[in-house]
């Protein structure tokens, strides 16, 4: 769906102008998650070669930075 242009917005009611840019706001909100999903996903191991939902993207990154941790702590109890 294509915006509005000024002049399709000023024959618009309140109502439906603030309907209409809720809805605009909404697109925006959820394209920019979209990115930061997307961003997340690619930091995961393998994360480029699999589709994953929202929840599977935190719950692998979650897991991913308990390994890192984990794996961090090994490395400084070796060179103590």
């Given at each position: 769906e294509e915006e509005l242009d000024e002049h399709q917005l000023s024959l618009m009611g309140a109502q439906e102008q603030l309907k209409y840019?809720?809805?605009?706001?909404e697109r925006k909100r959820r394209r920019e998650m979209k990115v930061v999903f997307d961003a997340l996903r690619l930091e995961l191991p393998n994360g480029a070669d699999q589709r994953l939902s929202k929840w599977e993207i935190l719950s692998k990154m979650?897991?991913?930075?308990?390994?890192?941790?984990?794996?961090?702590q090994a490395l400084l109890s070796r060179h103590q």
């Open positions: 840019s809720h809805k605009l706001a979650v897991d991913y930075l308990d390994s890192l941790e984990a794996r961090r």
